[in-house]
């Protein structure tokens, strides 16, 4: 992470129009932080209810995309995957016009981002900007976000030191590729860090011995992540993420980690930690 780019939340800039559209598990908490910090966001989400919390607190609830982004300087989109930017995209691109920066905060991969850069028309900017962090991370402005589309413009740059500490990744889609790999590393040493009780298990060893040791060693940050408790990431936009990334590279590894998270659809909305329960109950 750039120490120089380190959030300071001293100071969230000048106020802008912003259209936000996605409102999950990330979404919502982005937007309320950037509703919060001052600036006037209109929101919008394919299940229009989400948008309650948010219109109740001020922010502007908008009935269609097209509408959310009318007039704003900067729109920007958290959604679940490729198939989603892409159908949000067809609605949008009409409605926005010279001058707005479209920030792209989903985990979608460069390709996505580099195909909805060939649609923009002329005098619309694009940045990739997924993040890495939580729901808890999301609601306070300490995220990780990975930026794409280097050098930033001023508004664009604004916003995101509002959301968190800015790595400037390169050109165009180099955030989106570096977010598949942080992210698949994350997803993966989860399973590692499952796999590794199961055998102490196996062994007769106590599981909290087994823990406490690992997380003296390289795998700390995927033993945290395991027994997370504040975060939400879905079990289904994990495998989501992994067939992201085996879709570049023969990933064996990976590809048994997709394996085990899909091996159970009744988890497919529960957080990537109950991996650990999965693995540890098959065995």
């Excluded at 509703?35 to 989400?45: E, F, I, K, P």
């Excluded at 300087?73 to 691109?93: K, Q, S």
């Excluded at 050098?151 to 968190?164: A, H, I, N």
């Excluded at 659809?265 to 990537?272: K, N, R």
Aim: with cysteine.
């Amino acid at each position: 992470m750039d120490a120089a780019a380190k959030n300071t939340h001293e100071d969230a800039g000048p106020a802008r129009k912003i259209a936000f559209l996605g409102l999950g598990h990330m979404g919502a908490p982005m937007a309320r932080h950037l509703h919060d910090r001052g600036h006037a966001v209109t929101v919008w989400n394919r299940t229009a209810a989400k948008t309650a919390p948010l219109a109740a607190a001020g922010a502007t609830a908008a009935a269609t995309p097209a509408e959310a982004v009318r007039g704003a300087e900067l729109v920007i989109t958290m959604l679940a995957d490729p198939a989603a930017l892409r159908a949000v995209a067809h609605e949008v691109l009409p409605a926005v016009g010279p001058g707005t920066h479209w920030i792209d905060t989903s985990t979608v991969g460069p390709e996505q981002v580099r195909e909805l850069a060939a649609l923009l028309p002329a005098g619309v900017t694009l940045t990739d900007a997924p993040v890495m962090g939580s729901v808890d991370r999301a609601a306070t402005g300490d995220l990780w976000v990975l930026a794409g589309g280097t050098p930033l413009p001023g508004p664009v740059r604004t916003v995101l030191d509002t959301l968190g500490a800015v790595t400037e990744c390169g050109p165009l889609g180099s955030g989106a590729a570096l977010k598949l790999v942080l992210i698949n590393a994350v997803v993966g040493g989860v399973g590692l860090v499952a796999e590794a009780l199961a055998l102490g298990g196996a062994l007769g060893l106590p599981a909290g011995l087994v823990r406490e040791q690992l997380a003296k060693g390289p795998l700390a940050g995927a033993v945290a992540r395991a027994f997370a408790e504040g975060s939400h990431f879905p079990v289904a936009l994990a495998a989501k993420d992994v067939a992201l990334a085996t879709a570049h590279a023969p990933l064996p590894i990976l590809e048994a980690v997709r394996a085990t998270l899909e091996a159970r659809p009744e988890l497919a909305g529960q957080d990537l930690s109950r991996i650990r329960h999965q693995v540890l109950s098959s065995r």
